[in-house]
């Protein structure tokens, strides 16, 4: 994907994605959730991220970080990160470090979840 202009979408605004991912940063996987959130949060759509297994490793992407502090709701797994050897300290409030029951909580709420795995 290029840098140009993302022009919104007006029938997306407040609808809801869901986005699981679940392969390290070195996955193609990575980038496609990072266009796709960014995408999706220029259009104004309530977007949600969730990082888990070997995903949580892109949580050292400051990218996604941006895409946080932009409106992105950044959901780590508390123990992926434990099994990873990823810490969880120095993160802001826009980051929450949570258990499967918030991800259950994502897939119900949205209008579309994918998973990247």
């Given at each position: ?44 759509v ?7 297994d ?16 932009d ?47």
């Amino acid at each position: 994907m290029d840098s140009t202009t993302i022009t919104a979408n007006p029938t997306l605004a407040n609808k809801k994605l869901g986005l699981l991912l679940s392969t390290s940063p070195e996955h193609p996987n990575a980038e496609t959730v990072y266009h796709l959130s960014k995408t999706a949060l220029a259009n104004k759509v309530d977007t949600y991220l969730y990082f888990i297994d070997e995903g949580v490793k892109n949580l050292e992407d400051r990218r996604f970080s941006e895409l946080a502090k932009d409106g992105l709701k950044l959901f780590v797994c508390a123990y992926g990160c434990q099994q990873h050897h990823i810490s969880t300290d120095g993160y802001g409030k826009e980051v929450t470090f949570c258990g499967l029951v918030i991800l259950s909580n994502i897939i119900d709420g949205c209008d579309r979840f994918l998973a990247f795995n």
